[in-house]
């Protein structure tokens, strides 16, 4: 070994020095703040058996130790485990989290039996300007390109504990790829575990164009993979030589449906009923897809098939319930749907005895507090709690291929931890505290609302909600005029009260439509006279803006900021 | 057998001789003629059969029935040795005549009238008797129907008419019957296929929106009653200021002061109780068209004396849950509860020919066989309460009277002779004469 | 946990299977055979599935199911061969040919009206596209399993077939201009031959390409094959005989100009479906050899159908067209019975002959008539059991039996109900099945249903709910 002359060996040490200072953050900040320990705490691990008392270590973002008999680092930010249990971050198999809200689309031509053939205007093209494919049918299409690092539906689902979510494009058939995120960063890079994770299929027709029918909308699929196998071999065959052969045209919806057809990327397809999941896997079967189900509500009935073709099924949680009062002049429900409604809260059980994949998802929940009464109900009706949890964690973990970085309290996975006051699906538990890449995350105060908390209400659509205490600005053309509103929402209808120096009292004729446009009357103390004043305002988040019509006067405007939300 | 063919081919064309070549369309209905018509089985309907009987017509009306009659010199005889003569059916639940084409050919459509509140839209004015739909029909044995206008809350007068006659004065037996009122839906949606439709309403809405148009209805009505007490007040006390006329609220009194009956579609159970409710308050002699739910509500239909026309016997029950025979058994069930009831096609025009069927089909399913008949003749007759002229064989009604070789009710069954006012009719149609143009086409 | 074990208990009680046997003997029932004549009192054994024997005084093995059918009918099932029954979409109208789409990728095997139809006797449906487009999509042909998944309905060996239309609905007539909106092509009769002949010269030149490369590709390996188009495979299909075409039409000129085309292009129709001016061309519709599956006597609704008669079956099964009666409804599915016995009253056919029309005839129009249409010993066993001769209006079914299993049974059927309303007091007391007490939704207003014929309602290029 030639001796190294000393000055070089400085100089290299620098360099490497410098080298390591720019690998980044993780390295440039390496100081106590992101060393903790979460001590004498119950560790429910997964990978393991449950350790009664232990210490969970975390550092750079990763569990660094946890077990019976860790002693806690100097550097770490010590937190009482006493009386707390730590659970892997739980995983939510599909979410739309994390996207922008869709435009409100060019709306159908008004109904009826000619509405199909309107010509559709194309709307800016998601998959990009060039696409070959309408809008619907581009599986080029990635979230990863859209993703928004803020929310409302990130906080509420962090604070029910859940750390990660596989989030995917919203509509069309082929929708489009997911991306598995954690729910926390400040840049979407910072979320992103894995991005593509899968290609994603919902089974609904276009409006206004081929295909309009179910029917259609298998025969495109259909047709798109047909396409995709030639797209790559023509290419492939242009490649090896291209003298002689006139080009094949490029195509990005084509291109991406390569992975697909090979079964290198696996598929989600929606699927509920035993029929669609039928189908659905019917289809798979033909393409030799990796397949994967989500929705899953009637997979038990296909359960041998699924464990056959070794199909996972991303199970939702919304398990459906009743929402309507009754009514004398009502039919009865169907016996059909009554069934069910009770069969679905034991599909998740008899999947797991018949030795089928699965995961739980969210399945769009209005109101996440439901999702833990849901898991328990699952538990009611025949899954073990121990499968409850490894469906939250470990399970999807492997299903979305991070089996080695996600799902258990292992050494060197990533820190994502859920800590409960409480057994995690007991339903006086409440969650103390969440870890993201070994960052505590910030709970809302209403976060320790209990987990298991009833559900109060079903919101149709609308998310957040205006429930809470609200700080009004209202102009009506004389200055800004404070008052305070408070609002009570249960499904569509609202109640409330407003006060201030315009006057106190009810609101009424007051109602949340499913576009988070709320509207109500209120009577008003203008210039010595009392009058009713009409306030139409949108929700976005904390906020409502909007105008305030009082009959005579020319139109105001207001806004309103949220305090305290409930 | 060979020598009743011969005398059947006979008696035909000497029809035929009578009113010249028969076409689709008849510009001179058949004359009134005095026939007999012997040694057949005489189902009576409001007694027993007759198995070997004569009946006499003459004038247009029975003249006699039974095994030992009278027969008039000069009448034409009819040999019914292996036939069945039956009262003509009567369904009272039609549009016959009020469309031809109700797909593609709008200008033949009249049923229903623009707007909300038409109680001046009498169904004879636009009944055309020229209509392919009544020939096509008479010729299968119904010989009467109430046609009734749609539309609206208020839609209309519904007539009740002979199916033979050149000009609506001719064809009318009762021209104005009974007012037809759609009671308010429960149910929405006609097409059934529902993709691009906006959501299905609440039902609270729905309600709510029905209970206005009721109260629409009571308005109209008790202004009518008001009018009417104004204008005989008047006629009485030429003192009093003069009220104007009013075509619409005129044709009203008689309805609203009970004297004539007032027809209510309705079928779901919520439906019938609220037209039976309105009813009730408003004072109105109620009549039930459809009535799918009419089982469920059979006691109180019993209770309040109020008859309903069957339409639904070949509609798919409305509930996923329903049994698969619930309304097949809708007859029955009413008859077993004493509900006043007669079977309907329900249908525009063109598939009234077979009523036959639907009564059948209740026989198969719970309703009598003798029942079944009632319930296409003497029922939907006492119903129209038209029984002293029309629904039986008996002495001194109309002559309305078809002659078959079997069963009335089985489909294999045809029909051999038909007269309606004591008319001949000749048995051929706008669909016999296109099958003898192209039956033998080589 | 007990909550558990009861309502699984009500669960399987709720979705109770018929007694059921794989061999049973059907005595002492008036037969009809449909190709060897009507025989009273006579036995029919069913076994594994199939017609074992026909004859007087049959014995079956001890653990046999006996059915005592003296006074009874015994018929073989009825096949409904135009029916839109168990499909949660009926047409793809988007475009005007549409034979990429398939009929067998949206069945839903959980239709009640299914269950209604086996109750009328029938045991097979052709379940075709609706009549939107020119050239629709592929059919399917399905006994009638009601209860088993969907998989197990598919009449195994059935030969595929494709549904055309012409006429009003496909030109939308009935549709008005919206304006500003280009209509769809075809808009007259006219276009309705041009969209079929360039739909078939496409698929002709389709074929040439493919029958070429796989010539020269035995040779050369390394060439490209050509674009697989699913739409012009089914045509394909058609063009080598391998597909049957039911086309949907009215009047008589266009009955001939699809006769001509076909002709042309060198292949058949099978079926002309509805086809009501059939009567006025059937001597051309017989020497083509296609067949006719017909309504018994709907007519007048439309203006294509004003001529409509009802003794279209007797004129066509007299010049030699095998006739079948439809039901395009599942509502007139359920009394298929009587539409065939309607040519018994307008045409005067026979028995036999009014019998063949929902039988061996729509059979011979699906290419399943080695397996049923007929009581012969061999074929499946598809019968139903009537209280009374088929053709009276005063029959109904008392069993229905598809390879030999009972899918409905009127006994069972009304012994069933007690035990259905009980059921539903349990389930109404699950907790996801309450209703809940704040901030509940209205329900919905229930939606009325069709009527009538499904290809010809106005709303028709909707998806079914």
Known sequence: MPKVHPRLSVALCTLVLIALCSLGEAVAQRSGIDTYAITNARIVSVSGPIVERGTVVIRNGLIAAAGPNISTPPDARVIDGTGLTVYPGLIDSYTNLALPEPAPGPSPGGGGPGAFLLVQP????????????????????MVEDTIRSTGNEIESSRNIGITTALTAPRSGIWMGQSALINLSGETPQQMIVRSPVAMHVSFTPLRGTYPGSLMGVFAQLRQMMLDAQRYRDSMQIYERNPRGIRRPETDRSLAALVPVIEGRMPVVMLANSEREISRALDLGAEFKLKLIIAGGRESDRVADRLAKQNVPVLLSLNLPRRTTAAMPEADPEPMRTLRERVAAQQTAGKLAKAGVRFAFQSGSLANMSDLMVNVNRTIENGLSAVDAVRAFTIWPAEIFGVGSQLGSIEAGKIANLTVTRGDLFDRNSRVAHVFIDGRPVDLRPAATTPLGTQATQDRPGGRGGVTGTWTMNINLGQGDRGATLTLQQEGDRVTGSIAGVLGSGEISNASMSSSDELRFTVPLNLEGQTKEATFTGTLSGNEIRGTVTVVGQSPGSFTATRARPN | MKILITILFICVPAFAQQIGNPTTQQGVIPARGTFAIRNARIVTVSGADIENGTVVIRDGKIEAVGTNVNVPAGAQSIDGRGLSVYPGMIDAGTNMGLVEVPQGANGTVDTSEVGELNPNAKAITAVNPHSAHIGVTRVEGITNTLTAPTGGLISGQAALINLLGTAPKEMAVVPQFALVINYPRIGFGGGGFGGFVQAPPNLADTLTANERQVEQIRKMLRDAEAYGRAQE???????????????????????????????????????????????????????????????RVASLLKEKNVPVILTGIFSLPSREDDNYDVLYENAAKLQQAGVRFAISTGDAGPEVRNLAQYAGMAAAYGLSKTDAVKAVTLYPAQIMNVADRLGSIEPGKMANLVVTDGDLLEIRTHIRYLFIDGRPVVLSSRHTELNDAFKNRK | MKKFLLISVVLLLGTAAYAQSNETLIKNATVLTVTRGTLTNTDVLLKNGKIAAVGKNLSASPNALIIDATGKFVMPGIIDCHSHSMLDTINEGT?????????????????????????????????LHGSANPIGGLNTVVKIKYGRPASEFLFPGAMPGI???????????????????????????????????DAFVRARDYKRTWDEYRAASAKDKNLMPPRRDLQLEPLVEILEGRRYVHAHCYIASEILMLINLADEFGFKIKTFQHVLEGYKVAKEIAAHGAGASIFADSWGYKIEAYDAIPYNAAIMTRAGVVVSMNSDSDERARRLNIEAAKAMHWGDLTEDQALKLITLNPAIQLGIQERVGSIEVGKDADVAIWNAHPFSVYARVDTTLIDGTIFFDRQQDLARRPELAKERLTLEQADPNKPPARGAQSPNTPRRRPTGHTDDEIDQQEDRP
């Open chain 1, 122 to 141: 194309q709307t800016r093209a998601i998959g990009g300007p060039n696409s070959t494919q309408p809008v619907g049918l581009q599986p080029e299409v």
């Open chain 3, 95 to 127: 475009l005007a040919v549409t034979s990429m789409v398939r009929t067998q990728d949206v069945i839903n095997p959980t239709d009640v009206d299914l269950y209604r139809e086996l109750a009328g006797g029938v045991t097979t449906l052709n379940l």
């Open chain 2, 233 to 295: 007040a008047y006629e009485k006390d030429k003192t009093l200021p003069r009220p104007d006329h009013n075509v619409v609220l005129e044709p009203l009194v008689p309805y609203v002061r009970g004297e004539r009956p007032v027809i209510f579609r309705a079928d779901r159970e919520a439906e019938i109780r609220g037209a039976i409710k309105f009813a009730d308050e408003m004072k109105l002699k109620a009549i039930i068209l459809g009535g799918n739910d009419a089982w």
């Open chain 3, 163 to 197: 549904k055309f239309a012409l006429g009003e609905n496909v030109k939308r007539s009935s549709t008005p201009n919206t304006p500003g909106v280009q209509r769809r092509y075809p808009n007259t009769r006219m276009g309705v031959e041009e969209t079929i002949r």
